[in-house]
């Protein structure tokens, strides 16, 4: 079973400037997330889509931060335009079900340095 | 709010000694707890998780946890440690009324010498 695909893996911009996250979930998987982990901090949940409709979305700082999962299934998450401050790994997941059950798993995360 | 907490930032174990890397936990409802590991520059790798029943839970690799409600614990144990143990460990809680976030620790780095 193939895992959760996040792109790119690095990107470093300047701050003010745009960038964009993708991610792919694991097929089937209709619960998604975006968590931003900072250096030495646990992972801080950013938005929850369930297939195309979001959840949670009350951490995501929305002056600056967007994400959307038009389809149902990759997500993209995008930053206009970015801080010094959100230097950090941003991490995909996905679930299979929408019960509190079920673990998430997680990609590999795409590590974001802003200059 | 759910919240959780990691006391400790590091711990140090030698191998093939016991090891315990603590966790507590704030919910309004029964909790959902999970254990992940983290390797440098990987995701997060999911280790087990106490969903009800049986206070002491297995996992992955030979880890375990032991669920206390009372003391709102959920420590990771493994009974002889290895140097490729050596990683980030996150413990996490979801709970029903905090829908299906799921709220993780700060971290605990766990460093296994030989």
């Known amino acids: 079973e193939a895992g959760v695909a996040q792109s790119p893996r690095y990107k470093i911009i300047e701050k003010r400037q745009s960038v964009a996250f993708w991610c792919n979930p694991i097929?089937?998987?209709?619960?998604l997330y975006w968590y931003q982990q900072i250096l030495g901090q646990g992972p801080k949940l950013l938005i929850q889509f369930q297939n195309n409709g979001v959840v949670d979305d009350s951490q995501l700082p929305k002056d600056r931060f967007s994400a959307e999962r038009l389809k149902g299934v990759d997500s993209t998450l995008k930053i206009q335009p970015a801080k010094l401050e959100d230097s950090a790994v941003y991490l995909c997941a996905s679930k299979a079900l929408l019960d509190m059950n079920t673990e998430a798993f997680f990609g590999q995360g795409t590590r974001l340095t802003v200059v | 709010a759910q919240s959780v907490a990691q006391p400790e930032d590091q711990v140090n174990v030698a191998e093939g000694n016991p090891l315990t890397v603590k966790c507590t936990y704030s919910v309004s409802g029964n909790p959902y707890l999970f254990w992940y590991v983290q390797y440098p520059n990987r995701g997060l790798q999911f280790l087990l998780k106490?969903?009800?029943?049986?206070?002491l839970v297995k996992g992955s690799y030979g880890f375990e946890a032991e669920f206390n409600k009372s003391q709102t614990s959920f420590h990771l144990k493994k009974p002889s440690a290895l140097v490729s143990d050596s990683a980030l460990y996150f413990c996490?809680?979801?709970?029903?009324?905090?829908?299906?976030?799921?709220?993780f620790g700060g971290g605990t780095r766990l460093m296994v010498k030989p």
């Open positions: 106490y969903i009800t029943g049986d206070n």
């Open positions: 097929s089937g998987h209709a619960t």
């Open positions: 996490a809680v979801r709970d029903v009324i905090g829908g299906n976030m799921l709220t």
